[in-house]
């Protein structure tokens, strides 16, 4: 199971940080993926990170801005959204796959419930 957490509504510039945080699934031997959904959009994937292979990865519309860790020892994963633009209001998901990362939904068989986030002044 995956819970995120931490979405709300902030200005353009500023920032926020989702948790992802995940029970019967470890992140020792998985790798979570970022996505999000705006109204009327495909879901799309922001990022992705394994610790267990070493990678980490972003779309190239969040680089930079963006930033997913994670703590094995607490088994959660975060994204840090900086820099924040209208253009990143959605829901943003979380989800899990054995080891390696992917921008392939269907690569991934756990999903969290969602959280929203909303830019706007």
């Known amino acids: 199971q995956l819970v995120e957490s931490g979405g709300g509504l902030v200005q353009p510039g500023g920032s926020l940080r989702l948790s992802c945080a995940a029970s019967g699934i470890t992140l020792d031997h998985s790798a979570i993926g970022w996505f999000r959904q705006a109204p009327g959009q495909e879901r799309e994937g922001v990022g992705c990170?394994?610790?267990?292979?070493?990678?980490?990865y972003y779309t190239e519309s969040v680089k930079g801005r963006f930033t997913i860790s994670s703590d094995n020892a607490k088994n959660t994963a975060y994204l840090q959204m900086d820099s924040l633009k209208p253009e990143d209001t959605a829901v943003y998901y979380c989800a899990a796959a054995p080891y390696y990362c992917s921008s392939f939904r269907n690569h991934y068989g756990h999903w969290g419930q969602g959280t929203q986030v909303t830019v706007s002044s």
């Open positions: 990170i394994s610790r267990s292979v070493g990678t980490t």
